[in-house]
């Protein structure tokens, strides 16, 4: 693990899978997250206005970002040893059936500290338009 | 612990639920034990499509560095429904996610009971919007801890 994380360089960019978001993708979130809120299901409801935003329409779950966030981080640090300690995000924009999301990330800094080994990572989620969903940063350890 | 019923409709008793007026920054959440299937977790990682073999092989994952198949570490997503009671804030219509941070220690696994301890910390308005900070700590059956995390959400009117 040593190895692994001496050569991972500052910079380096990491891409995760694609998602194409649809009603039947957000309707099985619902039954895997047990997050039945109606933002994500009823088209009637979403017509209204949430103080001065108007979605037009159901959204993807903001914590599906979240979780293809996840596994773009731990598809990369399983095979290098490290572990997936934090992620924070942001939501900056909804995303919607029709949308493809692509994660991405850049190790932003190395830190080694008195018992560990740790990478900082920033991290974005954008739709086929480039459009920014989701900002945040994430932290894997490399036990010494 | 693993309830057969879970109300999906989220209208369903919603006036019972607290209104950002009524959240009491630190008072706990009432939660609920709640014991993770190999079911939900292959049900998770279908439905985000992460179907890494730690997961959902458990050949390969005996053989790796986690001695057997853990859930993936967003799993506290599913956990925060299942932890909480119909009546919990966290489900009513309208709640707005606006961002979150999670620290993962040890991997929940399949066949864990696990529980949580929760509590809306902060309340404050901004832009006219009302926000709840909630913050979340989950256990293992050996009260180990899995994640803790905080969120904020944007409360309904």
């Known amino acids: ?37 109606p933002l994500h299901l009823d088209d009637a409801y979403m017509q209204g206005d949430f103080g001065a935003t108007n979605f037009g329409g159901v959204i993807m779950h903001g914590m599906t970002s979240f979780a293809l966030l996840t596994r773009m981080l731990t598809d990369w640090l399983y095979p290098l040893g490290g572990i997936h300690r934090r992620l924070e995000t942001r939501w900056r924009a909804p995303a919607r059936p029709g949308d493809t999301l692509r994660p991405a990330a850049r190790v932003a800094r190395k830190k080694v500290t008195r018992l560990g080994r740790w990478i900082v990572l920033e991290v974005e989620m954008r739709n086929q338009r480039q459009e920014i969903i989701a900002t945040g940063e994430a932290m894997a350890e490399f036990p010494r | 612990m693993a309830r057969a019923q ?28 709640y014991l993770l299937t190999r079911e939900a977790v292959l049900k998770y990682c279908r439905a985000v499509g992460d179907l890494h073999p730690l997961y959902v092989d458990e050949d390969y994952a005996r053989r790796s560095p986690w001695g057997g198949p853990i859930a993936p570490p967003s799993i506290h997503i599913l956990l925060m429904f299942a932890c909480t009671p119909a009546d919990d804030w966290m489900r009513s219509p309208g709640t707005i996610n606006a961002g979150q941070s999670w620290s993962y220690n040890v991997p929940a696994r399949p066949g864990d009971t696990i529980t949580l301890q929760a509590r809306c910390l902060d309340k404050f308005i901004r832009k006219e919007r009302l926000f709840a900070v909630h913050d979340n700590v989950f256990f293992n059956q050996h009260g180990r801890v899995i994640c803790s995390g905080r969120g904020q959400t944007i409360r309904p009117l």
């Open chain 1, 1 to 37: 693990m040593a190895a692994a994380f001496d050569a991972i360089e500052p910079g380096t960019r990491i891409e995760g899978e694609p998602f194409a978001v649809t009603r039947e993708t957000i309707r099985e979130f619902c039954d895997a997250s047990l997050d039945y809120n």
């Open chain 2, 6 to 33: 879970f109300e999906t409709d989220f209208w369903k008793d919603a006036q019972l639920r607290k209104s950002w007026d009524e959240l009491v920054p630190g008072e706990p959440r009432r939660t609920l034990p």
